[in-house]
């Protein structure tokens, strides 16, 4: 009797331990970071069940911060402005490393083999590059002090990036990565503010904010170097003030169009992909910050500088008109597409709050608490080139 | 008068007046908000410089007070900072200003 009851009661006991030792398996690709900027933590969130699943904090300064994926969903690596790179762990939402690597950072990227991270600097400039696993450091390229924007991987283990003051694009292959090779093409416009790789990891676009054009490098052809792309889109025209830099990446080129925003002009510029000509320009409430094609590509959505943060527009690709007008919030600050684009979750930094919108519907599906949210990333990124 | 006369002018105009009047505590905080949230957009939410420079006691130090409001109220053509005139009064760039200089806004 006795040696029954003590059975079950460890059969019971070893039923208890296993549930608390083991959670129940899942992926990640339906989960997602959202960056908490002035708390200094993240969000883990799940998109189909659009609810947040817990709270990372100790992350740092993070009033500017960008993420990616390590390739197997599970790791998200969160560049801060104080130049801390954080690996979190998504699964268990914990911090499991972090690094101090400069001393004010605005993004990175990770190599197509996905063993190295790439951190951009802009103080005191650079790119640095870690191992994946360790964070440990392998090696620095510097750029004498000159701020990096638009840092992107390409195919090969290779990155892209821009440099602010100097005007220059430079490519690095980092197929070894403890000693990196740079090719430097300069002279490509002025004060290039970011840049994207397409998803194809074909073309590298910088955004100039000095002038009204875009750097076009083709890595196909390389040795025909950078060449300049909507050159004086807004000739004849008093540039009017950007009270906040656009932001490039990939999700700018989609289908057959690449939709940019022109910069010191309340217009998304529309450009051919293969001939790179300007086919369009729309005209839209503000300057936008994010343009970004849906993942199908059939609809734009664009969000806006200050002070007209609180408004979000939907541009109907084949007849390039506004199809929509959304006030989701203020200070709206991003959008993330989920990876087949049939939800979109915009974060309200000002209404401490993220909005989940049905892209067929455009009506608001869910509403979730977060802490002035910015930046929101879903795994899906792991698998693309150029996020 | 052009514009740069007017400038100076309105330069002249900001030295003679010693200290800002203080915005209403209702104003001071939305100045404060706009500061960290949309100038914090390039200088960032803890001032400490981004694409923009550092607006920390300590960075701002030796820089003249009129030369910072100006900046604010105007920007400064040839780098990326615009001009809030628009969303500022030259009183509330000069209140800005004092209390960047003296880290009372960190």
Redesign the interface.
């Known amino acids: 009797m006795i040696a029954r009851l003590l059975s079950a009661l460890s059969a019971a006991l070893c039923l208890l331990l296993a549930a608390c030792a083991s959670p129940p398996l899942r992926g990640t690709g339906d989960l997602g970071v959202v960056i908490e900027?002035?708390r200094g933590s993240v969000q883990i969130v799940e998109q189909s069940a659009r609810r947040s699943l817990g709270r990372v904090d100790g992350l740092g300064?993070l009033?500017?911060a960008s993420v990616v994926f390590s390739r197997d969903g599970r790791y998200a690596y969160v560049f801060g402005?104080?130049g801390g790179l954080s690996q979190v762990d998504v699964l268990s939402q914990r911090l499991v490393k972090r690094v101090m690597q400069a001393g004010?950072s605005?993004g990175g990227a990770i190599s197509s083999d996905g063993r190295i991270v790439a951190a951009q600097n802009?103080?005191p400039g650079g790119v640095k590059l870690f191992d994946a696993d360790t964070l440990e450091l392998l090696a620095e390229v510097s750029t004498g002090g000159s701020?990096v924007?638009g840092l992107a991987d390409l195919p090969g283990n290779r990155f892209a990036f821009s440099l602010?003051e100097a005007g220059e694009i430079w490519l690095i292959d980092a197929s070894q990565p403890r000693a990196p090779q740079v090719t430097r093409y300069p002279n490509i416009g002025r004060?290039p503010?970011d840049g994207l790789a397409s998803q194809d990891g074909r073309h590298y676009l910088a955004g100039l904010?000095g002038e009204d054009g875009l750097a076009l490098l083709d890595t196909w052809q390389p040795e025909q170097g950078v060449r300049r792309i909507l050159n004086g889109y807004g000739r004849g025209r008093a540039a009017l003030?950007?009270?906040?830099?656009p932001h490039l990446r990939g999700w700018s080129l989609a289908g057959d169009y690449a939709f940019l925003p022109a910069i010191g002009h309340h217009q998304v510029l529309i450009a051919d992909r293969r001939s790179w000509q300007e086919v369009a320009r729309v005209p839209v409430h503000g300057q936008p910050v994010f343009v970004m094609a849906e993942p199908g590509g059939r609809r734009v959505w664009v969000n806006f500088?200050?002070?007209h943060n609180d408004t979000v527009q939907v541009i109907d690709v084949p007849s390039r008109q506004i199809v929509a007008t959304l006030k989701p919030g203020r200070?709206i600050l991003h959008m993330e597409f989920t990876a087949r684009g049939d939800a979109v979750w915009l974060s309200s930094?000002?209404d401490n709050r993220l909005t989940v919108i049905d892209t067929a519907t455009l009506n608001t599906i869910a509403e979730l608490d977060a802490e002035q949210p910015s930046g929101i990333f879903f795994t899906w990124r792991a698998q693309r080139m150029g996020m | 008068m052009n514009w740069r006369a007017l400038a100076v002018l309105g330069l002249s105009l900001a030295s003679a007046a010693h200290a800002a009047e203080p915005p209403s505590p209702a104003r001071a905080a939305a100045l404060s908000h706009m500061l960290h949230q949309e100038c914090g957009a390039c200088h960032g939410l803890r001032l400490t410089g981004g694409l923009g420079s550092p607006l920390t006691a300590a960075a701002l130090a030796d820089k003249p007070a009129d030369s910072l409001t100006a900046t604010i109220l105007d920007g400064r053509p040839g780098s990326a900072m615009p001009p809030w005139r628009p969303f500022v009064s030259a009183d509330e760039a000069r209140w800005l200003v004092e209390q960047l200089q003296q880290g009372r806004l960190p």
């Open positions: 900027r002035a300064d009033s500017h402005r104080d004010n605005i802009y103080q701020k924007v602010f004060q503010y904010y003030p950007v009270y906040k830099m500088a200050f002070p200070a930094r000002d």
